[in-house]
């Protein structure tokens, strides 16, 4: 199994899927993580500005370890300003088809700027990947499921919740990996635990994480016991 992860800043993964990301780790997956964004603007003093970027490049570093995550690359964007254009579109087209996941991750329509960017790169970028186009980017890859997590704003309606009870200690020790955000995003434990436990109720267990599928393209079904699931 092969997952791929498109995030807009370090950090992102862990506050949206880091429970999630350790169940697929421990499942035996092969997990790539993509950043967009080094987040060069994350910087709580001055004094941390010109090196913020190798800072959180290096908190990353560790994180992939903790959670399994077996590759990671940046793609250099401007933080604050994640273009949605050509070359980002073939930038998602290029990764998808190279890596060749068999479900993609990435932000939900609504958040942020960037985490809105984000998304419509990803989104037009996985519907293009199975098609005969931009074919100096690696042969086509088929189509996979994409399903968008949640970061800043909850989902008002996930449609699914997955249980990470048993890795829920792993995305909180992955939060704190990041220690150059703690004077920048203040009281990240607290907001992760209180929807972690929002989520989980809504399941029956302790802690859980939400998703939603892409509505770019219709869920294709041939198999009927896949409703039932």
Known sequence: MKVLLFCAHPDDEVIA???TIKKFANLG?????????????GYATLEEKDKICDIRAKETANVCELLGI????????LDWNIEVD????????????EFQPDVVFTHPASDYHDHINVNQVV????FHAPLECAMEQYPVWKEVPLYEFE?????????????ITDTFEYKLKAMSLYYSQTG????????????????GQLIGVKYGEAFSRSRMRPWKVTDLNKLLD
């Open 29 to 41: 997956a092969e997990i790539r993580l993509v950043h967009f964004s080094p987040g060069a603007e």
């Open 184 to 199: 920048v995003v203040g009281g990240s434990a607290q907001m992760l635990e209180g929807r972690a436990l929002m989520r």
């Open 17 to 19: 899927m880091g429970g």
């Open 86 to 97: 050509n070359h980002s579109y073939r930038q998602v087209i290029e990764e998808i088809r």
């Open 70 to 77: 077996g590759s990671y690359h940046n793609l250099q964007h």
């Open 151 to 163: 970061v800043i704003i909850p989902q008002q309606r996930p449609e699914i919740i997955v249980d």
């Open 123 to 126: 989104n037009e970028g996985w």
